[in-house]
Structures are given as structure tokens and as C-alpha cells.
């Protein structure tokens, strides 16, 4: 369908365009862009290139086109413009534009994703020391999940081959109209939307004992969304627009939805997404009452029906927003929103595991229902001429009913891994990991922007939220934003630039996981610009740590009426995360039309879970049961280097300013310094030919 829309693109802007007529109101341009590539890979191309499906070889072609004037020579002034782009490429798009005086609007839009997904080999680090986990394929040697060091392991046709990816395609089709001078409405709105998803994907899944099996699985899924409203105008101060829209999602990939009596099953468990449709009533107005003074909102129903276990969402959403400019250099606004969502549960699902011959299991049908308020009121103020103020405050209420909450209902022991390696006596219902039955939100918002002499400028910000409790355990009850931007030009085309961040939150009120995460980034950079060219470069470096209480094991799978003993308790698990980026970039204008062009990057990423759990870590299979390898010291080690380089050559010539040659490189590396199997690397060559007319 794609081909057959591209195709028509290119008919319609010979077809559809106006007649070119005498005066300058009307014409034409058009553009042909021509791209022939090349590329090599080798290791885990899905790295380096992270879910770009483009394939990069043969040819890959482009065009643009506008033309304007009176239909038809003396008709209504009319617009057609559109274009393609990514032919041949995997990642097709396609644009349409039709006006025809102020009564008719047409647009249209195609675009096509396809993203690349490399199967993602991890580890954990014993004793220092880091060994990779590998995971069986169904069907493939003999089934065993194990831990393997520096060396791939594929015994009997176990394990991932290098190249293996897979790729699913992501297509979206968009099709509007618009048209005005409608008898009884002011206008009327139609919409059609469309998004496929197709093509393969990973999945883990556990098969019986303790085995973790891997395998591609299908993805063919589809949305069709289709609308229709009308518009009303009230005088030049008013209107309302109401659009009806009717969604449906459908999966069309059926796999099995069971699991058999004796637990055992060697391909993964692949339930459809459940068939949903909606039914949505949108409404939005406008008014102003003065000329200082605008007020706007909107008023939405959403009624989703899933097909498969009967249960029915209702959504309901209001807004009301105003804006007040009546004092000079001040601006005042302030926005309401409230929204509740109500499920109707079908009492009558059964659980989709209960097999023949075993007992039927209900699923507790009890959903979350939910209503939230949202107020925010804002100002912006121009101090003096070149300090311009912002702040804002918002409130968030939130009220939840069905709420779960897990409570630890056994008393357990844990072996505290603190360096007095004492126990950990957690008594019965002290501990749980819960969803909040309402929390409430304060968020203070600051800025601060100043115009500085020989046109720098600064910037800053301040942002606080305060929360009585959160939603989630790893949620905070109160989080604190900081950062600044400096912008400093310089003489002969020079400047230098700068900005920082900070991040941190805390749950103050949990009573179990104690979750906190901090972080900072720090950026600068220094360029130029001028008549033979420009050049900048650029350094950035960010560092985040999240702390937690870490828990391993839980006492809620035993009998009420036993303690639990030697659970594993880490006081202070913390994962930290930094990235170190070195960049830059150029271009040189040389005579009779030449330009090189040049950028790259460099970066050093690294990422652990340090930990210390005193114990061996057992080999599993047959041939190896019973085998330490050591104490685990690190749960997600990870150091990553990519490196990204760019040559390009640009010729236009002179005498013909509309034809442009050019010729470009990219270089990209992966290097995984944790585990070199997933390492990769990808160059593409590019020589292009466009022309304008």
C-alpha cells in the first residue's frame, strides 16, 4: 500500500497542481534528491545502529514539489505540495498538502519505522571476575540455561549465532480533511489513522525448574482510528469544536494461551494482546471575553471495551484554561484539569491457566479506579528590560479505590550483608509494597532568564515537588531540580557555551525498598562560524546513583505458620550510571562551490550494581550441577565505549546552482568492554545527486 501511495503522490502533483498563470502569484518548484549507498557490518550491527532498520544499500531516492496559484487560471487560489522521501530505504515517508482557498484543506502523511532489535547478551561479576548468562533456544541442544565465561558457548545449537536480530516494521497513515462554509456548521472535520506493527521480536520466558528460555516471536498487530466533528464559530470571540472518534487495536497473533498439567513446555507463552475498542467524544472551545483576557478547554469521553475478557474502561476528562495580559511587562495563567476512570470488571473471567482435569481459578476482577485533580497557576514577569521572571505552583490529587497492597505476612530473618553481618528479624506486617489510596502533589516551578550585554545571555532553574506519600514504592515523596545555561559570543565568530544540572528524590516514607537516586550533568562547549566555515566542539558528563534497601526473597511463599531464615538483605545497594561524551563537527567552504564537512563523537559509558553476596553461585545442567564459581560482587556490571565518525564532501557548482553532488562516510563502533559479543561495528558509504528546479 505504501508503493501504491507514493505512486499517487507523484501522478497528483501533475494532475492536481494549478495551471501556471501570467503574474507572479503563481509557480512551481520541485527538488530530486538521488542517494546511492553501501554498507558493511560486523558483530551486533543492532548496537551501534539501536533500532535503525534502514538497509543502506542500492538505492535510495527522494522528491519534493509545490505549486500555487488560481485553479485553473482564474479559480480559487489553490496550494498542492508534497513529497517522498526514503525510497527504497525501509523508512518510507510521504506528505500531502491541498488547499484550496479558505474552504478546503487536504493532508495527508505516510511514514514507515523499522526498527532493529539485537538480542542483548548480559552478565553478573563473581568474585570480580564477570561471566555471561546465556540462555537456551527452544528446541535447540538440551535445554540447559547456564552461566558461561569469556568465550561463546553454542554446545549442540545452543545459543544466539553473532548476527542475529530481528526487525519488526511500524507503518502509520494519516489521512484529514477539512472544509469550510458548511450549511448549519461552520466546518467539517474528517480523519482517518492508521498503524501496523509487523515483523519479529525477542522474548524471554521461564520454562520448568529454573531454565530461562529465549526466542523470536511475531508481532502483526494493527489500530484503525477513524473521526468525524464539526465546528462552530460564535462571533470572532468564541467556538467549539466536537469530534467523535471510534478506535479499534487487534492482535493477530495467536499463540498459545495455556500451560500444560505437567509445567513442562519448551516454546514461550504468547496470549494475544487483547482486541480493545474505544468509542470517544471530544469536545473543545474557546473564548475571549475581553482583549486581555482568553479562556479555553475541553471536555473528553473515552468508552474502552476490551473484547476478549469483557471488562469496560470509562474515561472522562475536563480542562479549563485562562490567560490574563491586562498589566504591562506580567502575564498570568492558570489551568484546571480533573480526570476519573472508572473500569466495570466482568466477574465472570476465569483465570486462562486453569486447565482440564485441575481445579478452576478465578482472577480477582477488582481493578483500579481512579480520579485525579490537576490545578497550576503561573505568571511570567519582566522585571527590568533584560530579567524576565517565571514561576508556577501545581497541585496533583489523586484517589484511588481496589488499591493492592502486598504485605510480608510471614516473620523472616535476614542475614544482613552490613559490615557487622548481623541479622535482620523482620516481624509479621511490618513490611509491604503497595499502590498509595490517594497521594497528594506540590510543584514549585522557578526560571530565571537575563539578557547579558554583547547579546549573552543566562538561564536558570528551580524546581521542587513535595508529596505526602507516593504512588508506588519506587516513587519519591519529594524531588528537587537545579540547573543553569550561559551563553557567551566572542569576537570574529567565536563563542562558548555552558550548563549544568542537578537531580535528587527520596522516599521518606517507605517501609521497605527506602528508594533514592541522585544525579548531575555538566556540559560546555566552544565554536565558531564565519565566511569559510564553521566548527564546534563539545563535552558533556553525567553521573546518576539510585540507593535502595535490597531485599532477596520475600516471606510470602511459605506457610503463615513458619519463620523464614537466611534471606539475603544488602542495606545499601546502590546503581550508579556515567557517561563521558566527547564531540565535534566542522565544515569548510572552499572555492568554485567545494565544502568538506566532518563530525564525531566518542563516548565512555559504564554501569554496575555493586554488591557483595556471600555465597556460592551454582552452575546449572547436568554436567556442571553442584559447581561454585563464587560469591556475586556485582549484579549488572557494564562499560561500553561507541565511537561515531562523519566525512562528507559537497560540490554545487557555480554555473548550475541547482544541481548539488556529494559524496559521505559514517563510521560507527560498539565496544563492549564487559562482554566483546555484543561488540559491533557499521560504515556506510553515500553518494548523492540532487537537484532543484
Known sequence: MNRILILALALGAFWAAPVRAEDSSSGYTAEVRNNFLFSTDDGAKGFVGEYDGRQYDGYEGAFDFSAFGPFAGKGPYTVFEGGVSGINSAEEEARLLFLMGDFLRISGNFDTITHRQRYFRTGIELNKTYWQYNFAMPGEGDGVSTLYKDEWFNRGGLGFPRQRETYFARRFYDLSAQVKGVPLVDALYFDFYRNTDFGNTYTRFAQSGQTTNASEVPVDRQVNEESLGFGLEFGEDAGAVYMFSYRDFQDYVFGPTGVPATATIDYPLEPPTPHTRWHIHDVKYRWNPSQDTSVSGAMVFNDRKNLNDGFRTRIFTASLNSMYTGIKHLVLYSRLNARNMNVRENKEFWDSNGNAGTADRRVSADQIDRGAFRGEIGARYKVIDPVELKASYRLDYVR?????????????????????????????????????????????????????????????????????????????????????????????????????????????????????????????????????GSAAVNYAYDKYKTHAEGWFGTS???????????????????????????????????????????????TRSVSGTPVHLEFDWFRTGASQAGRPVGDVTDLQPREVRIQRLGLGFEYAPPALKSLTASFNYRSDRWDDRTDGLNNGKYDVYNVGVNWAF
Open 400 to 532: 484511588r479505590t481496589n488499591a493492592p497492597t502486598e504485605q510480608f505476612n510471614n516473620q523472616a530473618v535476614y542475614s544482613s550483608l552490613d559490615a557487622g553481618r548481623n541479622a535482620v528479624d523482620i516481624p509479621y506486617g511490618t513490611h509491604s509494597n503497595g499502590v498509595a489510596e490517594e497521594d497528594t502533589q506540590h510543584r514549585m516551578n522557578v526560571e530565571v532568564e537575563v539578557e547579558l550585554p554583547f547579546e549573552a545571555s543566562l538561564g536558570g532553574h528551580y524546581k521542587k515537588m513535595y508529596a505526602n506519600r507516593p504512588a508506588f514504592e519506587s516513587e519519591p515523596t519529594w524531588r528537587d531540580e537545579a540547573g543553569a545555561e550561559l551563553f557567551i559570543p566572542c569576537p570574529m565568530g567565536f563563542y562558548v557555551d555552558g550548563g549544568f544540572d542537578y537531580v535528587g528524590q527520596r522516599n521518606d516514607v517507605s517501609n521497605f525498598t527506602k528508594t533514592a537516586s541522585f544525579g548531575r550533568e555538566w556540559r560546555g562547549g566552544a565554536g565558531w562560524s564565519g565566511k569559510y
Open 556 to 602: 510470602n511463599y511459605v506457610s503463615a505458620t513458619i519463620t523464614v531464615v537466611d534471606l539475603l538483605y544488602d542495606p545499601s545497594m546502590n546503581h550508579v550510571e556515567e557517561n563521558n561524551t566527547l564531540s565535534a563537527n566542522g565544515r569548510v567552504n572552499l572555492p568554485a562551490g567545494f565544502t568538506l564537512l566532518a563530525n564525531g563523537a566518542y
